[in-house]
């Protein structure tokens, strides 16, 4: 079989498994349960492929693709971008996250409106997100480097500075900010546990693993999906796609993440 | 004309890094207007829920270690006890059954969250409350055998009610949404979440 065969077989595997009295076990032993249906293949693979096909394709008005696109480390360069990303680009003067630098090049590279740009960025039954399988595709070619944030123009300092601020930000129905379930050690939201992104090492662990595969939605999410559905969940209005608060949020995040082996897309429930 | 151009190059320099180094205070409404331009509306999440109020705003500083100091502290809790809205009848303990929904549901406020349809607390979330539900979060601590521990008493069942009513009438900023002063359980409900607490046939108390 080949990668692609084994893939739709977990898959299914997957589909079988979860029909089975799965509210009779724990999320924790479910996760094990799809992570060993799986082996080692991982469905994030699809969108990587996907993503690749994407990024070299002549697309758009231009009839160009993506593969002079600079992510940070200059035109047509991908392996390691993602590492030091958010960043200050002088073409846009603005500070961008992956997201955002992708919809960038797919207005100035292939000449689409950042409507079309920004169109379906989160995928979903029956709408297939070309944002996030590009992700897919630019993040995995991080894999195994360390995240490396620079954060040194006074743009990217106040970004972090604000993202910052956000990230303490108690508002709406239920006060929550984004501490009040990730600003403590060790602690737990049902079974799932939270990490406390105001310490290094669950800083790291937590930001090198998105990307991710979510099992339960069969989709790969991106980091500006984590954000938007978090603030889903903090009761706050939505948020908007690479919108100056959600590159702050993650310049703050990312940087804080710095020194950490990126290791995504991976694979949770 | 060497050194006016350093200088001017060292003044531009001195001008763009001060401009990142915003004051507290200066970095708070830069932070707030850039979330208000970032958020859109949708369902019944309006962007007024990006203003504050007085507690969100001195609770959202006091944060990476930065402890609340022991008079503000008793200010806040002063002032949010005075808002609590007791029920007409001075009744607290409703039905432990439905508190026990309200307490496994996390439905409610969300803009995709159907705003007519029943809301619930999810206080499993944070909480260990009946032992046999497994699936409960560490974020607040376990209220298993809530009310045999403190004693059934009515003034137990009132602290409880004002507690669930306004967390932060005891503690000032305490994780714990306000569920009965931002409208998020009707008393009705906060009486139910009550009994799950107070009542001795609740399973939280067996």
């Not at chain 1, 693709?65 to 392996?79: I, N, R, Y």
């Not at chain 1, 603030?231 to 209005?237: D, L, S």
């Not at chain 2, 001017?8 to 401009?19: E, N, R, T, V």
């Not at chain 2, 549901?105 to 409350?129: E, R, V």
Request: glycine share 8%; with cysteine.
């Amino acid at each position: 079989m080949n990668r692609i065969q084994r893939l739709a077989a977990g898959l299914c595997v997957l589909a079988l498994a979860s029909g089975v009295s799965a509210q009779q076990r724990t999320t924790v032993e479910e996760i094990e349960r799809y992570r060993a249906a799986l082996g080692d293949g991982n469905p994030a693979e699809l969108w990587e492929a996907r993503g690749e096909g994407l990024w070299k394709e002549a697309r758009g008005p231009k009839k160009a693709s993506l593969e002079q696109c600079d992510l940070g480390l200059g035109p047509g360069l991908v392996k390691g971008a993602y590492t030091v990303l958010p960043k200050y680009f002088a073409d846009s003067a603005k500070v961008e996250d992956l997201e955002s630098r992708l919809v960038t090049c797919m207005v100035t590279l292939q000449g689409f409106t950042p409507e079309q740009a920004k169109k379906n960025p989160f995928g979903g039954p029956g709408q297939k997100s070309d944002i996030e399988a590009l992700v897919a595709f630019v993040t995995a070619q991080s894999r195994g480097i360390k995240m490396n944030v620079a954060a040194n123009h006074p743009a990217e300092q106040a970004a972090y500075d604000i993202g910052k601020k956000i990230f303490y930000f108690r508002g709406g129905p239920h006060d929550f900010s984004c501490a009040s379930c990730h600003g403590a050690d060790s602690q737990r939201i049902r079974l799932q546990d939270l990490p406390n992104l105001t310490k290094l090492a669950d800083a790291q662990r937590a930001y090198t693993a998105w990307p991710a595969y979510r099992v339960s939605q069969g989709e790969v999410r991106s980091f500006q999906w984590r954000l938007y559905d978090c603030f889903r969940q903090q009761r706050f209005p939505e948020l908007e796609f690479t919108s100056e608060a959600s590159v702050a949020l993650t310049m703050f995040l990312a940087k804080n993440a710095n020194g950490g082996v990126f290791d995504a897309p991976s694979i949770k429930r | 004309m060497k050194t006016k151009i350093a200088t001017l190059a060292a003044i531009g320099i001195l001008a763009s890094s001060c401009a990142t180094m915003m004051s507290d205070g200066e970095a708070d409404a830069k932070a707030l207007a850039v979330m208000k331009a970032s958020f859109k509306e949708r369902g019944q999440a309006k962007l007024d829920r990006l203003d504050q109020d007085e507690m969100q705003k001195l609770c959202s500083h006091y944060v990476g270690g930065k402890t609340l100091p022991k008079d503000a502290a008793e200010r806040v809790e002063k002032e949010q006890q005075a808002l609590i809205k007791y029920p007409a009848d001075a009744k607290y303990l409703g039905d432990w059954k439905q508190g026990e929904r309200i307490a496994q549901s996390g439905a409610g406020k969300q803009f995709n969250d159907d705003p007519a349809a029943p809301t619930g607390a999810n206080c499993y979330a944070c909480h260990q409350l009946s032992k046999a539900e497994l699936s409960f979060g560490t974020i607040g601590p376990s209220l298993y055998n809530f009310g045999k521990l403190r004693g059934f008493t009515p003034e137990m069942q009132k602290y409880a009610y004002s507690k669930v009513y306004n967390s932060q009438a005891f503690a000032a900023c305490s994780n714990m949404p306000r569920f009965g002063h931002n409208g998020i359980l009707t008393e009705a409900q906060i009486k139910d979440v009550v009994a799950l607490l107070m009542d001795p046939e609740s399973p939280v108390n067996k």
